[in-house]
Each structure stands twice: as structure tokens, then as C-alpha cells.
């Protein structure tokens, strides 16, 4: 399975169970779950240091087409691997490009 397909049969049970826990429990509530405990600490940062990684890859192939990196850190920030994951499955434009 490539890049693309995992994003795109990722983003639905994800972001069921992501509009469940916001349901549950609100934006900031997300997040003060994981400041409650240091495990949480730990995920948090985990995830920050992910997306991180991911951020830095994904700015390059943009740039090499031209295109801007912020709207993607904007919606990475907002909504964590939403951000990547979007990209991957729709916008990626190596994607149509390979041989």
C-alpha cells in the first residue's frame, strides 16, 4: 500500500475517532488531558517532534514546486497529523508525477 492510500483510508476512522474525543471532550480539552500526567507529556511530545520530522520533509517537495509550506504548518498546528495525512492523500504532487 502506498503513501496515498494509507492517508486516505487512515483519514476516516481517525477522524471519527478525533470528532468523538472533540465531542467528548472539546479542543482544549485535548489538550489538557495530555498536561495532566507525564505519560501525557511524553505523547505530546512525541507527536510535536513527529509532525516536526514530517513538516520537514514535506517542505522541501514543496518548494521544489513552487509551492507554500505554511498553509500546511497552519493546519498541522491546528490539527495535528490531519495536516500531513490531507497532504498525502490529495495534495502531494510527486505523487502524479512519478513514473
Known sequence: MNLQKFAVFTLLPFGALSLYALWQVGYVGLFQYQLAEPA?????????VSLIIVLA??????????KSVL?????????????????????????????
Open 71 to 99: 498553509p500546511w504548518v497552519a493546519l498541522t498546528l491546528a490539527l495535528g497529523s490531519f495536516g500531513p495525512l490531507l497532504y498525502l492523500a490529495f495534495f502531494r504532487p510527486t505523487l502524479t508525477k512519478q513514473v
Open 57 to 66: 520533509y514535506i517542505g522541501p517537495e514543496l518548494k521544489r514546486v513552487e
Open 40 to 48: 501525557g507529556w511524553q505523547v505530546l511530545c512525541d507527536l510535536v
